[in-house]
């Protein structure tokens, strides 16, 4: 995220490192980068170095009536998955430093979930930023390590239940209920979505179709990270690491190998090699819908709820905005490479 929440005051979030993980915090800087979490990077008292995550886990909701109990424990399972997959050989995770208790996640007031991570230094890499074919091919690498890790990683992890987050709000901007005054985007948002709602509902069809036939092929799921693009990717002198598992869940292995794979079927080709199962077509088509639906929910949510005009604003309604122009070209019953 581009900017700190408002009602997190940096003594807060002192307190929480100094009580739980024995961080006196000497500077505490934001970090404006990637989004869904809010970061920063600490240096504590002995010089040693953090990098701080933060969740408002109103955003985590997967509905209107989700509690945010429910988001906190679905983030905390993904975060503990992490720490397991490390613990089991998978050195390129970069999973969460554990608090004095041992746990992966601190709750801090009503709303936020935080998380301290070791400071890694390395290249990092943007959103569709594949630096080279060495790059994909690495990834792919720690993508198969992650499906064939032991059954012992997956004990607390999630199923995908291919639900579309933040699904009910969808149905009302579809439906064109009136916008609730919440904010500079609220009523622009409304606009665009009754303005998609056909592309959009055609959209959602489609992936209920393709969900059912997952959940017919239970003996395909694997462990998955859920988003290794490029952006949660990092090359450090011991080689590629994957970062942010909140997304983990077990799922059919195409739910990242759609992010990896360049249109031309070698990512594909290479994963059936290395691990003798062949990708199907309509389950990467089934998480290229997801990933469309998901964006245009979560932003719909976004500005629905109170706002300001921030620039995570901005940028959210511009994804909202090029999605939606995305999914208005795609031809019935396909979502297309995006």
Known sequence: MLTPPDDLPEETLRSALARHWGLSAD??????VGRGSHHWEVTDAGGGRWFVSVDDLGTKRLGLADPLDAAYQRLRAALD???????HGCA?????????????LVGVGDRFGVAVYPYLTGESFQWGE????????????????VHAAPAATSEVALVDDFAVPHRDELELGLAGARAPDTGPYARLAARLLVEYAAPVRRLLARHAELADAARARPDRMVLTHGEP???????GADGWRLIDWDTVRIAPPERD??????????????????????PQGEMLELYRSWWHLADVAEETSRFRAPHT?????????AILRSVLDHIGTLPAGGTGPR
């Open 27 to 32: 500077s505490l800087g934001y970090r404006a």
């Open 81 to 87: 998955t992490a720490r397991r997959l490390r613990e």
């Open 92 to 104: 390129f995770v970069v999973a969460p430093v554990p608090t004095r208790d041992g746990e992966s």
């Open 130 to 145: 594949w630096a080279s074919a060495a790059h994909r091919r690495g990834v792919l690498d720690l993508v198969v390590a």
């Open 229 to 235: 693009h490029p952006g949660n990717t990092m090359l």
């Open 257 to 278: 190998l759609w992010l990896v794979e360049p249109g031309d079927g070698s990512v594909l080709d290479a994963y059936a090699e290395a691990t003798g199962v062949p």
């Open 309 to 317: 005009g921030t620039e995570d604003d901005d940028e959210s309604f």
